[in-house]
C-alpha cells in the first residue's frame, strides 16, 4: 500500500493514529474503513507497534461488519517483525 505520509515522523503517526481513533469512533462505515486504511498505513510503517496493533483491535470489533471484517484480514505478524 503507497502512502503519501511520512510515518518516520513521530507527528505524522501521532495524528494519524488520532485522526484513526476519531474516525473508529464515528461507528459508520465510511469512517470505519478510513479508520482502517490509516491503521494498516501506519502498523505496516511501524512494524505493527503496539498501538496500532490495539486500535487494529478495536477495529475487529467495528460495529460496520466490512470494517470488522477487513480488520480481520489484516495480518500484522508477530510483534516487532
Do not use: I, K
Amino acid at each position: 500500500m503507497d502512502t503519501p505520509a511520512d510515518f518516520r515522523r513521530p507527528r505524522v503517526r501521532t495524528a494519524a493514529l488520532a485522526a484513526a481513533r476519531t474516525l473508529r469512533a464515528r461507528g459508520t462505515a465510511v469512517c470505519g474503513l478510513y479508520a482502517l486504511c490509516l491503521v494498516h498505513a501506519g502498523g505496516s510503517a511501524t512494524e505493527w507497534a503496539a498501538e496500532w496493533r490495539a486500535e487494529l483491535e478495536e477495529l475487529r470489533a467495528h460495529a460496520d461488519p466490512d470494517t470488522a471484517m477487513g480488520a480481520l484480514l489484516v495480518a500484522p505478524g508477530p510483534p516487532g517483525t
